[in-house]
Structures are given as C-alpha cells and as structure tokens.
C-alpha cells in the first residue's frame, strides 16, 4: 500500500475520461473491490470536454461530488495554486523517484506531488514503413517538417484512400491546438513574448500554419477539420494513413493485431522539427487527483496508488500484453526487457521523446511559462480555443490563415489585458 489510509466503508466517486485505458481500468473495479471490500467505486465517465467542464465546476464551487478526478499538467499546478487539490505524499513502497521528471514535475508545486500519472504521453511521427520503403524513402534521426512533407507528397495515393498523412484538425485547446502549439514552437513561435504579449500574428506562426493548412490540404484526407484522436486512429488502422504525427499513446493501439491487419507495418520516430526542436513535441499526461472537498480522502489515496502502480501496469501487462500497457509514467517500463520485446523500436523513441522534453527550455526564443504545448494560465482556455477554431475555418478555406491569426490576436489582446497581464 504505497498512500497512507484508514479506510471504512465508502462509495469512491471517480470522474474521468472515455478513452481506452481509462476504460480497462474502469474494467478492473471487481478485482479492487474484491482486495478492497470497503471501498465501492462509482464511476463518472465523460468525453474529455464534459470532463473538464464538470471537473472545474465541481471543484471550483468545492460541491464535493467527485473523490477522484482525472486531470493533466495543464490543471494540476493551477488547481494546486489555488488550494483546490489535496497533496498525495506517496510512501516509499510507491517509488515516487520511479515516475519519469518531466511528468512529475509537471504535476507538483511547491515540492509536492498533487497528480498522479495514469498514462503520459509525448507527440511522434508513426509511420507505414511499408508505403515509404516501396518509395524509396527511410528516416534517419529526427525528421524535420519538410522531410515529412516531402514524404507525404511522394506516398499520397487518394485514388486508393491512402493518405500522406494525417494530423489533428478538429478545433480545440487539446485538439489540434496541441498539434500546431507544437508546430509553431518549431518554426521558432511561442505563445506570448516575456512581457506576456501575445505573439499569434507573428511571422513564425504565420510560416507554421500556413505548413500545416497547406500540408493537410494537399496530402491529408478529406474534411481533415473533422478529424482528431478518435478518427485518425480508426483511419490509420484501416490502413488509409501512410504517416501521423499525434500522442506516442497511439503506438500501443496501432499494435493490436486484434483490431488492425496493419499493426506489424507501423515505425516511429520522434516528431518533427523545423527551425528548432525545443518545444517540437508535447508532453502530457492523464492523471488521478483528489479535490479538496472529497469527503474520502484515505480511499481515495488507496486507488489511486493502486492505479498508477508499477504493479498495475504489470497486471494489464498480464492481461494483455505488454503491447497494451499504460505507457510514459515510470523509468522502470523502458528498462523492462519483455516490454521492450513487445513494442521493438517505439519504446527508445517513445523514452527519447519523453526525455528530451524541456518545459523550461520550451521555445526559440525565452518564453514567460513552463509548459509546451499548453500555457499554465486559466486564460489560455479561452485563447486557444478561439485560435483553433479559427485555424479550423482556415483549413477549410473559409477565411485565409492571416485572418485567423489577426483575430485570435486580437481575442488574446483582450483577454490578456481584462487579466490584467
């Protein structure tokens, strides 16, 4: 037992997300309640937007109604900031030093740990190492944007609805904002200057949406601003994607041989780059925490220690394959021989990834935040996702990529001074 507890009968009341992980652990409530007969655990399961909307209001009005919330490294300092979040302070038995840095250190403030990893996750190129050996075309290191483009022109067969490539174009913060946010801090962008100025309209982001829209536009699938997680993993296992540049947590859904005949055909590399590689992959991760106003805090230290265990991720090893663990939480997965056995050359790209990620040291020029993909400010909700549904309307055409980085622009102007920035 790695938390400190003193547990009677309770109901747990759980809120997170719907993707599959999430849901394998949902699948697992008898095997806990069984080896914990006092705690019964009542889940809440919710799209990612729902999630974050019920999560703050929640939290926020201190209404109670959660004991255990799924959050990221976006939340997590924030809440911890305003005393929203309860401190886990994990027992040596739950090897705390096992936890990747720059995910724990994305989830603590002040010295402690308020969010514990489920499953972590940088961004990578997969790739069809099929289609792009019969074109005559290999990676060698790390891409750049243009090595990308130059393959997905030469691979791009929509006649046979095989794809260049495909990348996030559905609007959002976490959506394809998590995409271009990194695509912009290659070609030399950033968010905000070190007087928190908004640098939207600046000419690297203008280079860097303007790659993006053209890219898409020119060798992606049709109606990409439809498309996120969800679509382009079910279009990569029907074997329409050559390449996709999206979450390394894609690799162990790619590699099920009991959902795609194309799970032995994919490769990876770290994500592209342009100008510079700081800030050219995001990091993430999904992660268990407690509000303040939990009325049980003691069994809801007891699940999440059991979720985020090394000895679960062996369970679901067990279950299911190595293949198909939670990946991007502890040092220990990368050195576990049957795991590198099972995923081959991911588990190096996907630790490369993961490591080489600063958050400190996250954009060309020095920026105000410590973050990549995302700001830590409660405005930047509000700007980005402004931002990406007007990159979405330029990706169809609606309006040009000028027009929507002056308007965004102007949305964070405004909403930055309101801050008082």
Known sequence: MAFSTNVFSVDLNIATVNNAHMMEMKALTPEFERDNPDIKLKWHIYNEGSLRMRAIADIASAGGHYDVVTIGLYEAPIWAQRNWLIPLKPEASYDENDLLPAIKAGLSFGGDLYAAPFYGESSMLMYRKDILEKANISFTGRPSWTDVQNAAKAVHDPDNEVYGICLRGKPGWGDNMALVSTIANSFGGRWFDMNWQPEINSTAWSKAVNFYVNL????????????????????????KCAMWVDASIAASFLMDGKQSKYSKLWSYAEAPYQVTTRGASWLWSWSL????????????KKFISWATSKEYIKKIAGKNGWANIPTGTRLSTYSNQDYINAVGDFAKAELAALNGIDPNNNTFYPSPYSSVQFVTIPEFVSIAGFTGQKISEAL??????????????KIALREMRRAGY
């Open 216 to 239: 898409l536009n020119n060798y992606g699938p049709p109606n990409p601003e439809k498309n996120s997680f969800p679509e382009i993993l079910s279009l990569s296992r029907e074997g």
């Open 289 to 300: 925490a407690i509000p303040k106003a939990s009325n049980h805090v003691d069994a809801a």
């Open 396 to 409: 169809q055409g609606s309006i040009s990529v000028e027009q929507a980085l002056d308007s965004s622009q």
